[in-house]
């Protein structure tokens, strides 16, 4: 059971980089969302997608952006990376709202220098 | 803004005492309520969930919350703490546009 696969596991970006980070699930969810987890700060909702082609942001888009052209994907691109985008990125999805719980990855690290 | 807190960024109890961490939401109309554990180097597991009904939500591994809507409340408790229920536990909210917010997150220690 694959659920939702984040690659890679670890990156190492120079300032000013660009990357995408992917996120595929097999569940058939339409909802998909991306989160950043800083120590003391929980995670924090970066972008969302309520299905294939509609895409919304979180709490903290600036610097990211994100794209849905299938229901099974949702990378998350980093443009320009910066030194305060040093963080653990998690992808997750859930098959509909309200009472419907997300499924994570397992995360991907990323350290900019 | 609508938002979840959790008090106490860590807690530590003994093996086999009660462990009770706490989780509020800031909000007049009650949302969806989740608790997660997360283990070192791992993503997310979800431990249980708020829906309606039953104000006492059981889940895996003994752990159990309840939610008080008067006191805008859902702390997660469990009777007995196991050496291997040291993790980071996060409380999230729901609302109804599938925006998943979540708690700074309170790391449990366990000690023998």
């Known amino acids: 059971n694959a659920g939702v696969t984040q690659t890679p596991k670890f990156q190492v970006l120079k300032t000013g980089q660009s990357m995408t980070l992917q996120c595929a699930q097999d569940?058939?969810?339409?909802?998909m969302s991306w989160y950043r987890q800083d120590p003391g700060m929980g995670l924090r909702l970066i972008h969302y997608?309520?299905?294939?082609?509609?895409?919304d942001q979180g709490e903290v888009p600036n610097g990211y952006n994100v794209s849905r052209s299938t229901t099974e994907d949702f990378p998350l691109r980093l443009l320009s990376a910066a030194p305060s985008q040093t963080s653990v990125y998690f992808c997750?999805?859930?098959?509909?709202?309200?009472?419907?719980?997300?499924?994570f990855g397992q995360g991907t690290r990323l350290t900019v220098v | 803004a609508q938002s979840v807190t959790q008090l106490g960024s860590h807690v530590s109890v003994s093996e086999g005492a009660l462990v009770l961490l706490r989780c509020n939401y800031s909000?007049?109309?009650?949302?969806?309520l989740f608790w997660y554990v997360q283990y070192p180097n791992q993503g997310l597991q979800l431990l249980l969930k708020?829906?309606?009904?039953?104000?006492l939500v059981k889940g895996i591994n003994g752990f159990e919350a309840e939610f008080k809507k008067s006191e805008t409340s859902f702390h997660l408790t469990k009777p007995s703490a196991h050496m291997s229920d040291a993790a980071e536990y996060f409380c999230a909210v729901r609302y109804n546009n599938n925006d998943m917010r979540f708690g700074a997150g309170t790391r449990l220690t366990v000690k023998p």
């Open positions: 569940m058939n969810h339409e909802y």
């Open positions: 708020y829906t309606t009904g039953a104000t």
């Open positions: 997608s309520v299905g294939a082609g509609i895409t």
């Open positions: 997750a999805s859930s098959s509909g709202q309200g009472v419907t719980e997300a499924f």
């Open positions: 909000s007049s109309v009650p949302p969806y």
